[in-house]
């Protein structure tokens, strides 16, 4: 029998109206149900937001330094469970143990460190007034219910870059984890129960996007909705919510590339380039799917490269010295594949990979895939694969390399590897992304700096690092005049005496 888990609404663990559920399974081993979760319908969105609202303004009224107090318990109790919660990782969407443990994980704990600090920051400002006897401040408030939608391929770092903060700022929070990774999303509010989060103030469901996302991000209680996931239900949640003028708050897809100059350290780039391509089986935001390499080194580097993709070795991310997992589910599976037949179509050259192994090893497994001789207008070469496979590009000058890399609709986290730190510079100022790598992968980021992409990868909001206070705050402008005299412009001649 499957353990059966629940919504999480105003502090208590209960079944979905709907009297349904759906299965989470282990994608290494697909005949394994982790668990059943809540098939949550338009009653439970509504249940859920309605004790966000409630709950939201004894929250905002916490001391901020108080609530930050509840992230750094949060941040404890993530470092004590930090083996259960990667091990879950690893069953329920099978990226290897080390990446559930070491970035995933480890990030959301960071965040809720830097959270805990900006509990005693949450900086305003103070601006001179234009007028005499009068001054002016801007302070920060909560923006009230936020609604957070996510990914399952981040689904410990993605719930915490959005209800760590949104937390901390004083809001309440309905969240809805993938349906692919509930288990995860559960033991997350299961801990912040536990960390001491009071009732309502973080409310969970699980279910399908397609079945209660109008209502979840058009519904009248939610301020705010933020969003991580694919540029196509981006778009639609920013058209239905913001219909109704919700903030709007979209981390979307990407094409990344990085570059390698002729003049890069040849194997630290061979490095970074497996890693960007191949971690996470390529289902990363940050993936560094497109390589673009200088002729003058192309042919020894796609022989490296090639050699190296063909040994890594694939398994269930639990068991020792297995690099990479299967992909999440069989959708995701016959995705990448179809984007492999495509490319081949194309006219792309595929020198390994390009395998379905899941009939041989019982997974969702597929093989470290290369395409070369891609070009710029080729669909493999635009469209976001999310699996395990790498387009190496080639340039002749570095102007061209700058020029591929920026030829997608997508900017996220581009890289280069090159010694010459003018041509570095040249790369940090010329590449259109909202995160530059230079000389590591395009994969990961340091939790102190914003993070988030131009162009279609998002909307220009960015969370991680302080930016999460700002995207999750109202500003409030406040002027206090204390000359005692009415003015009507900013003049400061131009006065009325009130008699007191
Ligand atoms: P997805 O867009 O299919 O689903 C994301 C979430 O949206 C899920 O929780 C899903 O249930 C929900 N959803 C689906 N339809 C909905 C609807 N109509 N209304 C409301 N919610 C709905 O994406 P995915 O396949 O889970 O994730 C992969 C995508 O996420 C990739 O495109 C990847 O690049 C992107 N991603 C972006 C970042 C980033 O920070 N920029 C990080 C990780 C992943």
């Known amino acids: 029998m499957s353990n059966v888990y629940l919504n999480y609404i105003g502090g208590e663990w209960v079944p979905s109206a709907s009297g349904e559920t759906f299965e989470s399974r282990n994608p290494a081993h697909p005949d394994q149900i982790l668990g059943l979760f809540q098939r949550s319908n338009i009653a439970d969105v509504d249940r859920a937001m309605e004790a966000a609202a409630q709950a939201q303004a004894g929250w905002a009224a916490t001391p901020a330094p108080e609530r930050g107090l509840i992230l750094g318990r949060i941040a404890e109790l993530l470092e004590e469970r930090r083996e259960d919660i990667a091990r879950t990782i690893t069953r329920e969407m099978g990226k290897v143990y080390a990446e559930a443990a070491g970035f995933d994980t480890q990030a959301a704990i960071n965040t809720a460190r830097v959270m805990m600090g900006e509990g005693r920051r949450m900086l305003g400002q103070t601006v001179p007034s234009e007028l ?6 801007v302070i920060r408030e909560p923006i009230g219910v936020v609604g957070a939608i996510t990914p399952w391929n981040l689904p410990i770092l993605l719930p915490s870059w959005k209800l760590f903060p949104a937390l901390l700022c004083g809001n309440t929070v309905v969240f809805k984890p993938a349906e692919d990774t509930p288990l995860v999303g559960t033991l997350l509010v299961q801990l912040l129960e536990d960390a001491g989060v009071p009732k309502g103030v973080v409310n969970m469901i699980t279910g399908y996007g397609h079945e209660i996302g109008d209502r979840f991000v058009t ?8 969003f991580t996931g694919s540029q196509a239900v981006g778009r639609l ?30 194997d630290l780039a061979l490095e970074g380039a497996l890693w960007g391509g191949y971690g996470t089986s390529g289902q990363r935001c940050t993936a560094g799917s497109r390589v673009i390499v200088h002729e003058a080194i192309h042919d020894r580097f796609v022989e490296a490269f090639t ?34 037949e495509l490319g081949q179509q194309e006219g792309a050259k595929l020198v390994t990979g390009g395998r379905r192994l899941d009939d041989e090893m019982g997974g969702h497994f597929y093989a470290p895939t290369l395409f070369t001789d891609v070009t710029p207008d080729m669909r493999v070469a635009q469209e976001e694969i999310f699996g395990p496979a790498v387009c190496i590009m ?5 102007d061209g390399a700058i020029d591929l890399a920026n030829s997608t609709d997508y900017g996220l986290s581009f890289g280069i590897y090159s010694g010459d730190v003018n041509r570095v510079f040249a790369a940090i100022s010329k590449l259109q992304t909202g995160v530059v790598n230079v ?14 992409g131009v162009k279609n990868s998002g909307n220009g909001l960015r969370e991680s690092g302080t930016a999460a206070v700002e995207e999750f705050t109202e500003l409030k402008s406040v002027m206090v005049d204390y000359s005692g005299l009415h003015r009507r412009t900013g003049i400061n ?3 009325t005496e009130v008699k007191r």
């Open 132 to 137: 005499r006897d009068k001054f002016a401040m």
């Open 219 to 226: 519904h009248p209680a939610a301020q705010m909705i933020s």
């Open 237 to 266: 949640i920013a058209s239905k919510a913001g219909g109704e003028l919700k903030k709007v708050s979209l981390e979307l897809g990407s094409k990344n590339a990085v570059i390698v100059m002729d003049d890069a350290e040849f």
């Open 307 to 340: 050699e190296r993709a063909r040994q890594i070795k694939l398994g269930d991310g639990l068991d020792e010295g297995v690099q990479m997992g299967p992909l999440v589910n069989r959708k995701q599976l016959e995705r990448v594949h179809g984007y492999i």
């Open 394 to 398: 080639k340039a002749a000058s570095f």
């Open 439 to 452: 000389n590591s992968p395009t994969m990961g980021v340091e939790i102190g700096v914003p993070f988030g």
């Open 493 to 495: 001649e131009d006065v």
